[in-house]
């Protein structure tokens, strides 16, 4: 049993408020010692300005996702790191579904997104 306390977590979400939540909640629902084990891969918003094609980003109409975006950027049980993302919601008004990597034809969501972000440790 020892080997799964330490065995890490990945959650893979769309890139819009209520993906940040999901994975917040999982984080959120194991206690502090246990929580560096869930590592949000994305897709991030900070990674979905890098897109090139702005058509593949959705933009934010919904005024309940708004204020959802709004009543997250007030939490304080969130990191910095986690905070800085939701910001580019509020900031850039777009939101991305995951399926957009792989219709964007220069990236396949395996073989390249996972894998660069598994191989580089990049997760929040």
Known sequence: SQI???????I???CDIFGV?????YRLTFNENQRHRIRWLGLWPEEMISFNNISQTL????????RMIT????????N???HRQVAFFEQ???KMEIEAIYENGSKSLIQDYLHEKLIGHRWL
């Open 4 to 10: 799964y306390v330490n065995t890490p977590i990945y």
């Open 12 to 14: 893979l979400t769309d």
């Open 21 to 25: 939540l999901i994975a917040c909640t």
């Open 59 to 66: 933009p934010i109409h919904d005024e309940r996702e708004r």
């Open 71 to 78: 009543k997250f950027l007030q939490r304080t049980d969130v």
């Open 80 to 82: 910095e790191q986690w």
């Open 92 to 94: 850039y008004q777009r």
